[in-house]
């Protein structure tokens, strides 16, 4: 089935006694009860399948995950509470029996950045950051450093470059490290890391997967040799999922399809628009045929899907006339977040890159005048309008 069939099937309906749900329902249970003492010492040991407590399992989430699962060509998945959540108990299972040292790509979420430097750093785990678009630096970092895992974004947030997946998950697997990638930017619709050779596949679904704005949660979807790893930490350390974001998150699913498409054309013209402004100095996007990575784009992203993420540099700009511009939107919200239905924007100095010193945050290239534009559904000509009267 295409993706846009499984977004919309996959997971759902199953059957409950005689009747099936046309979605699922909201499990709020904590814990479940079975026939008798032996059924429920079976489900305990895993010999029968079902949920036993809800930090093991829900039948809520497991609609999701297997939906997950499905969407990114997965073994199978774990639904977190947040994107961080995923990314963290991820890199605890690549890690559990490989050596405690990570090769990481130096242009990602500033989250993911601090969680590297600030928890898995001071806890014994050596980091190596890389340009992860410089292929023979990967080569040379993952000899000379031998990790346990290498972790990247499929797109970079918020500077937009595209790492060649399939090229580092052949280089990282032979050197017998776990390749973990975040899809957050790209989604199933773009690019499947799973399918390029990737071990696990993250995702902060309160964005583009979710789409409305009003869930945080995370995905963690994986090949068969990190699934047991993952969930197994997960029963311990229990960074679940809550049903009703659950629930909310394969609603929002449905559509992402539909959605990822619809913003992905809008993000073009936006992109283009911006590009040939006055008040422009420097647009960065997939799209751009000068794009540093422009073979690798060629190669992993569909035509015309580029993802809905556009950054721009305001031309002789500071953060004030940069807030200046950002206040005067009127259609266009203000807030730290993407992938949403609406068009958002956000100061990366500000929020997404905020806990990374100026210094790091000018080696990653973040500019005090770049603004980054999460492209939404809404007709382009009226966030086109609402940009347009911005620059005054
Ligand atoms: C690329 C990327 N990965 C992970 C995250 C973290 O996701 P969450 O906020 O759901 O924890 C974010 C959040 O903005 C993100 O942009």
Redesign the pocket.
Known sequence: MKIQTKAVHAGDRKKAGSFIPVTTPIYTASSYSYGDMTELDRVFAREQAGPAYARYDNPTNAALEELAGELEGGHGALACS????A?HISMLAALADRRKSVVAANAM?G??VSLLMSILEPSGVAVHWVDICDLEAVKKALEEHRPGAVLM?TVS?PLLRVGAIDRIAEMTKAAGAALIV?N??STPMLVRPLELGANIAVH?A??YLAGHGDV???LAVTDEEHYEPLRGFSRIYGPVLGPFEAYMTMRGIKTFALRMERQCKNACQVASWLASHPGVERVYFPADPSHPDRQTIQRLLPEGLYGAMVSFELKDAGQGEVFTWMDRLKLVVRAT??GDVHTMVLYPSMS?HREISPKQRERMGIRDNLIRISVGIEAAEDILADLEQAFG
């Open positions: 947040s994107g961080m959540a990314i979420y989250a993911t974004e947030n975040d957050t930017f902060s309160t964005k945080l949660g995370g977040s993407l997404s």
